[in-house]
């Protein structure tokens, strides 16, 4: 098991670029919230009202925080994995993600996350609500994107090289490898969701509260 995730780390490395697109995507989505470029605020402003509903509905539970810390570990963790199989279209499902995504914190982030950025500015906002979760659980994200956009590269490759025998071979173990290199990378993006989660139902709220 140690060989493989050290054949994963390495894997990660030679994916940079699938990485770096994850990353591009993600802050572009974070300068159209905080711009409000192309309504971008509207739809961020849609999901807030959303996490608001949720936020009142966990609150109210019997255990608030042992709900809390459910909904946002399956949530993140289910939603990873999901974004490595969907990236099966083109890749295209992951990269929205990452900029809707963006976009949210990028709104949020502008416009003070309401009765909390009465109190406190962005920077702090930022330091206080999202850096403790978000450095375990943001890289967590973009490696899950960065393999879901590979997925959707790899299977257009796949088509091409299917046309010749030697070319089917190659892209078997191309695929093969990938999907080897799945069970590290869920596994630790299962592992990060769950320490994220442990942050964010604990430590955040008495930070930004």
């Not at 098991?1 to 697109?21: G, K, P, T």
Request: hydrophobic share 60%; charged share 10%.
């Amino acid at each position: 098991m140690r060989s493989l995730f050290a054949a994963f780390w390495r894997d990660l490395i030679r994916s940079r670029h699938y990485v770096a697109a994850s990353l591009i995507a993600f802050a572009a989505g974070c300068a159209a919230g905080w711009t409000g470029y192309a309504g971008m605020d509207r739809f961020a402003e849609q999901s807030a009202a959303g996490l608001r509903q949720l936020a009142e509905w966990i609150g109210s539970s019997e255990h608030p925080r042992l709900a809390l810390f459910l909904f946002i570990f399956f949530n993140n963790a289910i939603k990873a994995v999901l974004f490595v199989f969907l990236g099966a279209f083109l890749g295209l499902f992951p990269m929205i993600v990452l900029v809707a995504n963006g976009s949210m914190l990028g709104y949020l982030l502008q416009s003070g996350a309401g009765a909390a950025g009465a109190e406190m500015g962005a920077l702090e906002l930022f330091a206080r609500g999202i850096l403790p979760h978000g450095i375990v659980e943001l890289p967590a994200l973009f490696a899950a994107c960065a393999y879901g956009i590979r997925f959707g590269f790899l299977l257009v490759r796949s088509l091409f090289l299917a046309a010749t025998p030697e070319g089917r071979g190659r892209a078997g173990a191309e695929l093969a490898h990938f999907f080897r290199m799945l069970v590290p990378l869920l596994i630790l993006v299962t592992v990060a969701m769950f320490v994220a989660a442990v942050i964010e139902s604990t430590v955040t709220p008495a930070l930004v509260g």
